[in-house]
């Protein structure tokens, strides 16, 4: 199993960018997908998922209405598009990948989920 994730970069608060996560050797179609951040010296945080059983999305309230987690019909890119950062975006960002991970809160666990990128990291000033 491979995730790997891009896009990440240094930009002005207010401005935006996408990230990507390329997703391979996942068997079957059980994972639920998710967005994950951490600051140096901080836990790391879930920030936005999508459930194994459709495609509703789930987002912590610090990103709730400025980023949107999607994925293609093949379920081999994930995509987190944010909008109007903030300097406390900035961190490391990772996608995961999590077995049966129900809807809920729990897909923001970080325990709920088995594979991980490497990150990217996202600046903003």
């Known amino acids: 199993v491979q995730l790997v994730e891009s896009g990440g970069a240094s930009v002005q608060a207010g401005g935006s960018l996408r990230l990507t996560c390329e997703v391979s050797?996942?068997?079957?179609?059980?994972?639920?997908m998710a967005w994950f951040r951490q600051v140096p010296g901080q836990e790391r945080e879930g920030i936005a998922a999508i459930p194994f059983t459709d495609t509703r999305q789930y987002y912590d309230g610090s990103v709730r209405g400025r980023f949107t987690i999607s994925q293609d019909n093949a379920k081999s890119t994930l995509y987190l598009q944010m909008n109007n950062l903030k300097r406390e975006d900035t961190a490391m960002y990772y996608c995961?990948?999590?077995?049966?991970?129900?809807?809920?809160?729990?897909?923001?666990?970080?325990?709920?989920?088995?594979?991980w990128g490497r990150g990217t990291q996202v600046t903003v000033s």
């Open positions: 050797g996942l068997s079957g179609r059980a994972y639920s």
């Open positions: 995961a990948a999590g077995r049966n991970v129900p809807w809920g809160w729990v897909l923001l666990k970080e325990r709920e989920y088995t594979y």
